[in-house]
């Protein structure tokens, strides 16, 4: 299973940007699919989360309002999309799947991740 996030980039305070996370490899299930970041000096933190069949999604307080999770099971794309962005949200933005379908705090694959940068 590999998973790739694409998306990422620099973008000034208030601005936007959709990451994306393609599914590869062999099939592992119907799998719940989360967000989680890391920025420098911290510990990784989750941002959101959602069920395979996209009914149930869950985000961090830091995200409600702002950011929403989507997936497109048909073409094995998980999405984020971001608006509103602060410049607190500067992170690698990593993609995970779980081994169940719903909403999970155990996932277990990861993407590489990809580096947002907003600047103020």
Same mark, same amino acid.
């Given at each position: ?6 998306? &990422?980039?620099?973008? +000034? !305070?208030? #601005?936007?940007? @959709?990451?994306?996370? %393609? =599914?590869?490899?062999? *099939?592992? /299930?119907?799998?719940?699919? &989360?967000?989680?970041? +890391? !920025?420098? #000096?911290?510990? @990784?933190?989750?941002? %959101? =989360?959602?069920?395979? *069949?996209? /009914? ?17 099971? %048909? ?24 081994? %169940? ?20």
């Amino acid at each position: 299973v590999q998973l790739v996030e694409s998306g &990422g980039g620099l973008v +000034q !305070a208030g #601005g936007s940007l @959709r990451l994306s996370c %393609a =599914a590869s490899g062999r *099939t592992f /299930g119907r799998p719940a699919m &989360g967000w989680f970041r +890391q !920025a420098p #000096g911290k510990e @990784r933190e989750f941002v %959101a =989360a959602i069920s395979w *069949t996209g /009914g149930s999604t869950s985000y961090a307080d830091s995200a409600k309002g702002r950011f929403t999770i989507s997936r497109d099971n %048909a073409k094995n794309t998980l999405y984020l999309q971001m608006n509103s962005l602060k410049p607190e949200d500067t992170a690698v933005y990593y993609c995970a799947a779980s081994r %169940a379908p719903l909403i999970t705090r155990e996932y277990n694959y990861w993407g590489q991740g990809t580096q947002v940068t907003v600047s103020s």
